[in-house]
C-alpha cells in the first residue's frame, strides 16, 4: 500500500517527534490521560516492512506499527479532523483534587486544589469540576490560598 491510500483508508495525520529529533507523519488512533493528568497519544507509524508473495518473491512495503507519544511531541495537521479520535481518561486524570483536612470540630473539613498544586497532600481525592463547584458552592470544602481553584471554577 502506497502512502496516498494509507492517507485515505486511516487518519488522523499528525506530526510526531521522535525522542531522537526526528520528525514522522504518524496515524492517530487515540489519546489516554495519565493518572497524573498528562496526556499521551497513541498511533501508529508507518515504516518499511517486507512481504513474501505467494511465488516466494518479496516487495517492499509499509506496515502500521503501534507507538505512544507524549502529547508535547504531537503537533496537529491543518485539514485534519481529530473529533473522532478516542479519548480515554478524561476523567480518570481529573483537573481537581480534594483533600481531608481534619475529622473533627466544626466544617469544612476539605480543601479544593487544582491538580498541579504543591499544596495538596498525598492522598487526595481527583474529583471533576462539577464536584469541586459544588464542594465549594455548598461551603463543604475551602478552596487553596495558593492555587485558588475557585478561579477556574467558576
Known amino acids: 500500500m502506497d502512502e496516498e491510500q494509507w492517507r485515505q483508508m486511516a487518519g488522523p495525520w499528525a506530526r510526531a517527534r521522535m525522542p531522537d529529533g526526528q520528525e514522522l507523519d504518524v496515524i492517530v488512533t487515540g489519546r489516554q490521560r495519565a493518572p497524573d493528568g498528562s496526556w499521551w497519544y497513541t498511533a501508529e507509524a508507518i515504516l518499511p516492512d517486507r512481504r513474501v508473495e505467494a511465488d516466494g518473491s518479496v516487495r517492499p512495503v509499509g506496515a502500521p506499527t503501534p507507538i505512544v507519544l507524549p502529547s508535547d511531541r504531537v503537533t496537529p495537521i491543518p485539514g485534519e479532523d481529530y473529533a473522532a479520535v478516542p479519548t480515554e481518561g478524561a476523567v480518570a486524570g481529573r483537573q481537581w483534587r480534594v483533600e481531608r483536612l481534619r475529622e473533627y470540630g466544626s466544617g469544612p473539613w476539605r480543601r479544593v486544589h487544582r491538580r498541579d498544586c504543591w499544596q495538596a497532600r498525598a ?13 465549594l458552592r455548598r461551603g463543604e470544602a475551602l478552596p487553596c490560598d495558593v492555587c485558588r481553584p475557585e478561579r477556574g471554577l467558576a
Open 123 to 135: 492522598g487526595a481525592e481527583s474529583v471533576t469540576a462539577a464536584s469541586a463547584r459544588e464542594l
